[in-house]
Nanobody
Framework: HVHLVESGGGLVQPGGPLRLSCVAS????????MSWYRQAPGKEREFVAG??????KSGDSVRGRFNISRDKAGKTSYLQMNSLQPEDAAIYYC?????????WGQGTQVTVSS
């Protein structure tokens, strides 16, 4: 059984930073990829960023502002978000690829407003 829990969402002013975390627990080894997605109201779920071994990818809309990382223990994913804009507001979901299966967290809300 695998369980992912996100945290760190909340309200931030435009231009501000926020850091999201996602902790995996249960039968989680090996984790081959960690990613973040987001979904705004009325829109499809969008890829934000991913880390695959030593390689990272990010979506066009967040490149240069958001950075994904993982801790040394390998079970926590972080999404550092800088220069947040109102269009970044969404529910952010953590995803991990474990033994060929995708697992998702329940999501954390990010609101960007003054």
């Amino acid at each position: 059984h695998v369980h992912l829990v996100e945290s760190g969402g909340g309200l931030v002013q435009p231009g501000g930073p926020l850091r999201l975390s996602c902790v995996a627990s249960g039968n989680i080894w090996p984790i081959s990829a960690m990613s973040w997605y987001r979904q705004a109201p009325g829109k499809e779920r969008e890829f934000v960023a991913g880390v695959y071994g030593g390689a990272k990818k990010s979506g066009d809309s967040v490149r240069g502002r958001f950075n994904i990382s993982r801790d040394k223990a390998g079970k926590t994913s972080y999404l550092q978000m800088n220069s947040l804009q109102p269009e970044d507001a969404a529910i952010y979901y953590c995803q991990m690829l474990i033994r060929g299966r995708e697992y998702w967290g329940q999501g954390t809300q990010v609101t960007v407003s003054s």
